[in-house]
């Protein structure tokens, strides 16, 4: 692994080592401060340069998904419909495609990134997704795609940049901005600030290839905007739960992937 990894920044394979310790708890602060912990260079650029040529090869294979995230879906999870529809426009591949032979495979499948992740969302045990699919997959953002601002069903979320758009593109959140954690009277408000770019707390994440992101997307409204000119933008996503046994509902595989199997 230390092909791929950066353990001089990133000493990781000994969990038990003061340097790891002291990584994890610096991690973890970040975490709590911003919502969001950006880890630059984690990945060595001539491992990052492999990941997005095996990238591109999968993604000849990719399922190029458009739809409108419906206001109303909100409801169930939000206690009420926002007002607009948000755009989802990507290319996605699922596990089952991607081969012990690629990198990806084998950064997800190596027991002490699984313990990493762990050590800093601070649960233990946990487990990589059961979910062959969507339990690891790489995506693309071509000129015009974008992910329209949500909410993800569940918080830390693992991204790996492989690969940047020059213009757009660009990973923009607002933290703690979800129902529950604000007064009812302004919810509405607060997330058509949001949406319409005039939230005074955004912030925007532009990172460079080989970037491991962990995020809060549970309780932060967030989005991916439009990418406007090439390269295509294209992220590796890693999913882990504290259960082992965890997969993605149907309608999000059927949505990301054309198929359920």
Same mark, same amino acid.
């Given at each position: 692994?230390?092909?791929?990894?950066?353990?001089?920044?990133?000493?990781?394979?000994?969990? %038990?080592?003061?340097?790891?310790?002291?990584?994890?708890?610096?991690?973890?602060?970040?975490?709590?401060? =911003?919502?969001?912990?950006?880890?630059?260079? +984690?990945? *060595?650029?001539?491992?990052?340069?492999?990941?997005?040529?095996?990238?591109?090869?999968?993604?000849?294979? $990719?399922?190029? =998904?458009?739809?409108?995230?419906?206001?109303?879906?909100?409801?169930?999870?939000?206690?009420?419909?926002?007002?607009?529809?948000?755009?989802?426009?990507?290319?996605?591949?699922?596990?089952?495609?991607?081969?012990?032979?690629?990198?990806? !495979?084998?950064?997800?499948?190596?027991?002490?990134?699984? %313990?990493?992740?762990?050590?800093?969302?601070? *649960?233990?045990?946990?487990?990589?997704?059961? /979910?062959?699919?969507?339990?690891?997959?790489?995506?693309?953002?071509?000129?015009? /795609?974008?992910?329209?601002?949500?909410?993800?069903?569940?918080? $830390?979320?693992?991204?790996?940049?492989?690969?940047?758009?020059?213009?757009?593109?660009?990973?923009?959140?607002?933290?703690?901005?979800?129902? $529950? =954690?604000?007064?009812?009277?302004?919810?509405? /408000?607060?997330? %058509?600030?949001?949406?319409?770019?005039?939230?005074?707390?955004?912030?925007?994440? /532009?990172?460079?290839?080989?970037?491991?992101?962990?995020?809060?997307?549970? !309780?932060?409204?967030?989005?991916?905007?439009?990418?406007?000119?090439?390269?295509? #933008?294209?992220?590796?996503?890693?999913?882990?739960?504290? #259960?082992?046994?965890?997969?993605?509902?149907?309608?999000?595989?059927?949505?990301? +992937?054309?198929?359920?199997?």
């Amino acid at each position: 692994m230390e092909r791929i990894v950066d353990f001089d920044r990133y000493p990781i394979a000994d969990p %038990d080592a003061p340097d790891a310790q002291a990584l994890v708890a610096r991690g973890r602060r970040e975490l709590d401060d =911003n919502g969001c912990l950006v880890l630059a260079g +984690f990945i *060595r650029p001539e491992a990052v340069a492999t990941m997005a040529a095996q990238g591109e090869t999968l993604l000849g294979d $990719g399922f190029h =998904n458009c739809f409108n995230r419906n206001r109303e879906i909100a409801r169930s999870s939000l206690c009420f419909a926002w007002k607009r529809d948000t755009r989802v426009a990507m290319t996605s591949v699922g596990g089952d495609r991607i081969g012990d032979e690629t990198l990806l !495979r084998q950064l997800y499948d190596w027991d002490p990134m699984t %313990d990493f992740i762990g050590a800093l969302l601070g *649960r233990d045990p946990y487990y990589r997704s059961a /979910d062959p699919l969507a339990g690891l997959m790489v995506t693309s953002q071509d000129i015009g /795609d974008e992910l329209g601002w949500h909410y993800d069903g569940n918080d $830390g979320v693992v991204t790996l940049n492989l690969q940047r758009a020059s213009t757009g593109g660009r990973f923009e959140y607002v933290r703690n901005c979800r129902p $529950g =954690n604000m007064e009812p009277d302004i919810q509405h /408000d607060a997330i %058509d600030a949001v949406m319409d770019g005039e939230h005074p707390e955004l912030r925007v994440i /532009d990172q460079e290839p080989g970037t491991l992101v962990l995020f809060n997307g549970y !309780r932060s409204l967030h989005r991916v905007s439009p990418v406007e000119a090439g390269p295509r #933008r294209m992220m590796a996503l890693l999913s882990y739960d504290a #259960r082992p046994d965890f997969w993605f509902r149907p309608d999000i595989r059927i949505d990301y +992937f054309g198929r359920d199997a």
